[in-house]
Structures are given as structure tokens and as C-alpha cells.
């Protein structure tokens, strides 16, 4: 299948370039897209793709494609609508969106967005374990915790290549078009910290939010939101599950720890099961699921299979075969909406303004 890809920067290098060389029985890149023609060339040149672009609009009316890669940082929102518009199937990494009614815009089309982490062998093994247990009925609880490094210090070993070629003022005026979809989001008046809490929320908690909804479903409810410590700093989120039990989300942003740390354990009637994420970017480093029964037995279980490239296979199997994603459109704007969630909970505990979507 031939692919464009979109944002040639730090996920791009580290993960996608990588597993799309080593799967090129299923892919082929004839096009790459970045505001710097200097990554778009760096990337370009190590899949040789023969189109290299630094504007999406004139990428898309070449063609010579069937499906786009969204990779850039930040909303995808427009960048989807254009690609769906023209007749492209799209594979959009998370988050969707910054706001509900850029989801609403997005015409019909094949959308899939990406949480690599659904697609994780251990997580796919825990939910069968958890559907054979009675599924979320059973459940008493839902518990997380995040322990985020740097991401420099995450990426230290990809020896990334670093755009400096794009002009200032564009970079000003895409940060200035984000603030304003933010603004959509939470409200002219919202503060730093609650703007802030938004950003964590779809742009890291949001892979613990996708994990709920196939345990569980999103959360209906945000009972109860805290931040502490230097900014990013930490945040810790609770409510109640839309079947049974609570979940409880603790996230800390700790510059210089050693490595990133990701544990998320269902505690059910008769145990537990826990799962333990490594760094993301390292690829085929197995996720940990620890099955605990009674009489305190406890079996562990691994695959070294890599997520993100069962994702990208997901991906060619929906465009090819039909076969549906685990999160479309309808997904991503979940996530949007327990993310307003979060943010207007916090704002009302703390008096502070919230408006637009979230209020």
C-alpha cells in the first residue's frame, strides 16, 4: 500500500521510519511531508520516498498515494479534514483533535487514530483475561501511574535529526492558531494551569484514557482533579467507571528520572491484573502483565511483538480489508470530552474561569 507520511520530527525518526523500513511487504513510502525541507529530506532520503513536500496542500493534489500518516505535533483536526476530503484513508496519531467541533468538521472517510497501546499484545491479553473474569462488571478498580521523564532524555539514544530551517514567524503563527483552538476548548479566560492541565491530558494521559475505554468505557464522571508541583508538575484524576468501580490516574512529570514508567493495574473480585509500559520509543521491549490470583499466585506474561507495528498492520488490514480500528473519530472525540472534563473539574474546584466547550 503506497502511504504519504505527515511530520517528519522526533515519533517520525524513532519509531515509525524504523518499522516502516523493516515492513516494506506491506508498505510503500512515495511521500513525506514537513515544515522543514530538511527533515522532510532526512526522512524521505531513509525510506526513499521520491516526494518530498513542506506544504500538506500541495502533497495531497500530487497524490500517488492511498493513505496519509499524521505524525505532526499538536491538533490534527484540519490537517484530517483536508486529507479526508480529498479521498485519502488516514492513520492520525493521537490526539484527533483540540476540540469537539474540529471532530465534527471531519467529513466520512476512513479514520483510524492511534493508540499504539491498545494494540499492545499484553493489553490484548488482559482483555481477554478480563472478558473470561465476567468483563467490567467485575471490576473494583482501575489504577494508574506515570512516572514521565524528559523527553530528551527519553529520545537520547535515536540521534535525531533537528529542523532549523523553518521561518520563525510561521512557528509563531501555528503556536498562535493552537492557543486559539485552545481557547475553543477551555475559554478565552482560562488560565495557564488549566491550559496546561489540558495539554497533559490529550497529549500523555490520554494513551491511560484509551486504555479505560477498552477495559471499561470513558469515564462519565470527573470527580476530582489536583496538580502539584513544578509545571508540568504532577496530577492525579478520579472518578467513578460507567459500570462498576472508580479509577484513579496519578501522572508526574519527573525531568531527571531514570526511565519512563507506566502502570496501570485492573483490580477485580478475585485479583488483580497489572501492566507495566516501558518507554515507548524503545522498540520491541516487551509490556509486563502480571496476572495475580487467589492464593497470592503470580504469573507473568510477555510478547516482544512491537504495538506501534500491530498498529500500522491494523492499519493496512482496515484500508484493505475493511477490517474496523480499535478508536475512530468516535474515539478520539471521547477523549476530547473526558479531557474538557478534567479541565473544567479542576478549574471549578479551584474558582478559576472555564468556558467554551469544557463549560
Not at 465534527?104 to 494494540?119: D, F, I, N, S, W
Not at 510478547?303 to 488490514?317: R, W
Request: hydrophobic share 45%; charged share 20%.
Amino acid at each position: 500500500m503506497k502511504i504519504a507520511l505527515v511530520g517528519c520530527g522526533a515519533v517520525a525518526q524513532a519509531v515509525y521510519v524504523p518499522l516502516l523500513s523493516r515492513r516494506r511487504d506491506l508498505f510503500e513510502v512515495t511521500a513525506v511531508c514537513d515544515l522543514s525541507a530538511t527533515l522532510a529530506g532526512a526522512v524521505g532520503d531513509r525510506l526513499g520516498a521520491p516526494g518530498r513536500y513542506t506544504a500538506l496542500d500541495r502533497m495531497l493534489a500530487d497524490g500517488g498515494f492511498e493513505a496519509v500518516v499524521m505524525l505532526a505535533s499538536g491538533s490534527h483536526g484540519e490537517a484530517v479534514r483536508q486529507a479526508l476530503t480529498a479521498g485519502y484513508a488516514v492513520l492520525c496519531e493521537k490526539p484527533l483533535a483540540l476540540t469537539r467541533a474540529e471532530v465534527a468538521a471531519l467529513p466520512e472517510g476512513r479514520l483510524m487514530v492511534g493508540y499504539m497501546k491498545q494494540y499492545d499484545p499484553a493489553v490484548r491479553r488482559a482483555e481477554e483475561l478480563l472478558a473470561e473474569l465476567g468483563g467490567a462488571a467485575v471490576i473494583r478498580s482501575v489504577e494508574v501511574s506515570v512516572l514521565h521523564p524528559s523527553g530528551e532524555s527519553q529520545l537520547a539514544f535515536a540521534n535525531l535529526t533537528r529542523a532549523r530551517d523553518v521561518d520563525p514567524e510561521l512557528l509563531a503563527s501555528l503556536r498562535a492558531a493552537e492557543d486559539d483552538l485552545v481557547s475553543r476548548a477551555l475559554g478565552e479566560q482560562a488560565p495557564d494551569s488549566v491550559r496546561a492541565l489540558y495539554g497533559v491530558a490529550l497529549g500523555s494521559i490520554c494513551h491511560d484514557l484509551s486504555l479505560l475505554r477498552r477495559f471499561t468505557g470513558s469515564p462519565e464522571e470527573i470527580s476530582h482533579v489536583e496538580t502539584w508541583g513544578p509545571a508540568p508538575g504532577s496530577i492525579e484524576i478520579s472518578g467513578p467507571l460507567p459500570v462498576a468501580g472508580r479509577f484513579a490516574i496519578r501522572w508526574h512529570y519527573l525531568e531527571d528520572y531514570p526511565a519512563y514508567r507506566e502502570t496501570v493495574t485492573v483490580h477485580h473480585d478475585r485479583g488483580s491484573l497489572e501492566l507495566v509500559f516501558p518507554t515507548p520509543y524503545l522498540m520491541n521491549a516487551p509490556t509486563t502483565l502480571t496476572m495475580v490470583s487467589q492464593g497470592e499466585s503470580r504469573t507473568e506474561w510477555r510478547d516482544v511483538t512491537e504495538a506501534f507495528e500491530v498498529q500500522l498492520a491494523a492499519f493496512h488490514a482496515y484500508v484493505n480489508d475493511g477490517k474496523p480500528p480499535l478508536t475512530g473519530a468516535a474515539g478520539g472525540l471521547e477523549d476530547i470530552v473526558t479531557a474538557q472534563r478534567v479541565a473544567a473539574r479542576y478549574a471549578v474546584h479551584h474558582g478559576l474561569p472555564i468556558g467554551g466547550e469544557a463549560a
